[in-house]
């Protein structure tokens, strides 16, 4: 769950993007893993789901790669695009928060690597390789 002031807008990056729409400062808590807004889903659930449901979880959920669990979001973190060189990465305390990396202005595209936390991100990507 995001907790900075955020919209979604077309991104250069990929599709849609979230962008702050507020200054966040380095280390700032961006966003944190908040039931019953956020949820989580074992792999063996996707089993019983429709190709439909399942396309769903593949495009907008990340599978934990410390719990195997997928995670949704239910906001508009779910649109954060990837990227080699990210705005926005986990606490390193090891908690379900995300800091701002560095200082963010108003108007940017928040931006996370993908590589660092769903164990899935080479399908995400098309990548063969890291």
Not at 37 to 47: E, G, K, N
Not at 71 to 98: A, K
Request: net charge neutral; with cysteine.
């Amino acid at each position: 769950m995001l907790i900075i002031a955020t919209t979604l807008r077309p991104s250069p990056v990929h599709g849609l993007g979230v962008f702050t729409t507020q200054p966040v400062r380095a280390g700032t808590v961006v966003s944190r893993f908040l039931p019953p807004f956020d949820v989580q889903y074992p792999a063996v659930l996707l089993a019983a789901l429709s190709d439909a449901e399942r396309a769903y979880l593949r495009n907008f959920a990340y599978r934990s790669r410390y719990t195997g669990l997928y995670i949704l979001t239910g906001d508009h973190d779910r649109y954060m695009n990837h990227s080699d060189t990210p705005n926005v990465g986990m606490n390193p305390n090891g908690n379900t928060e995300n800091l701002a990396l560095r200082d963010l202005a108003a108007g940017e595209e928040l931006t996370c690597d993908y590589r660092t936390f769903d164990a899935d991100w080479r399908e995400k990507l098309g990548r063969t390789g890291n």
